[in-house]
């Protein structure tokens, strides 16, 4: 493929990126909308859902303030490329190769950032919840979490001194390595704590419908699915620079993964979300003892059951009636 024909499929990819960019930011925006929705009516299951209902609406609101920045300075940039400056010298593919040269594009790239950072965290407390807090969970994911972050600045800092994006290089490379894999082992780990929880309801209750598990598993693996195979599709085209691939998946990735926390969120608002108390729920039976007349009604006189008193096992378990309707819990 000769050079020119390598600046058009780049400059193709840039509009095409921007028309997949804009058709899941309109995805995004109505998912927002919805879930704000459901975030400012009553709850349908009580107070759980109204103790986290503000961070839940501030973390909706920043994230998608972040996302409209990126997006926007995003589609300004691509004007700015075939409309206000298409006189410079070396074109379209001059502009779009240094594009971290324009300080609007540094914008871009610093806000999806911090919405990325947002959108972890979320990930990282509902990881907590769910495994309840144990301690090798924790280090692992706050030590995966503060890397992002560390990589992150990193990069911000080296797109603010004018280097273009595709050289980089390997931070850019190990911050997208890591954010994927942070996404793919939260995935992981609640999708086998809440099968294991699920097993152990069983255990406990013989009829305990799991369908909602089943369900809850489901969807926290599909809302995680696309975001995963656009950005192992985005890190392979980094790393073997096919530019216009990485560019397609660049203007249009932080709105897919904005997309699959929301799908979760709209979840929780409606009441079925996994609290620290619900990661109890399936504890071992205990017993209970009761002083009390072990004998046979119809073969003791009440004088006999008197005389020779008994105990009476009563197996008991913590499992509440709440935890019996486990299957309002999602995270």
Partial sequence: ???????????????????????????????????????????????????????LIS??????????????????????????????????????????????????????????????????????????????????????YIAMIGLSIFIQVKASKGIAFYNIGPAELAYLCITMGFTVIYTFLVAYRLLVMRRDMKQVLAQYDSSTYDAIVMMIVESAAVYSIIAILFIVAFALHYNGITTMCFLSIGQLQGIAQLLIIIRVATGRAVTHESTRMAAPPTTLEFSGATSDITEESDDQRVARPGRDIVHTYSTSKKAAEAGECIV
Avoid at 17 to 32: C, D, E
Wanted: aromatic share 10%.
């Fill in 59 to 144: 973390y909706i609101v920043i994230t998608f303030i972040l996302g409209t920045l990126c997006f926007a300075a995003n589609a300004r940039y691509t004007q700015m490329i075939w409309i206000d400056l298409r006189n410079v010298p070396g074109g379209p593919l001059e502009l779009i190769e240094n594009e971290m040269a324009y300080r609007i594009n540094v914008l871009a790239i610093s806000s999806g950032h911090v919405q990325e950072w947002f959108m972890q965290a979320l990930l990282l407390y509902r990881c907590f919840v769910v495994w309840n807090r144990q301690i090798y969970v924790a280090i692992l994911m706050i030590s995966l």
């Fill in 1 to 55: 493929m000769s050079t020119s024909s390598l600046g058009l499929w780049l400059e193709r990819s840039r509009l095409d990126g921007m028309v997949l960019g804009g058709v899941s930011y309109g995805v995004y925006l109505l998912l927002t909308i919805q879930s704000l929705a459901a975030l400012t009516r009553r709850p349908r299951q009580g107070g759980k859902i109204a103790d986290n209902r503000l961070m």
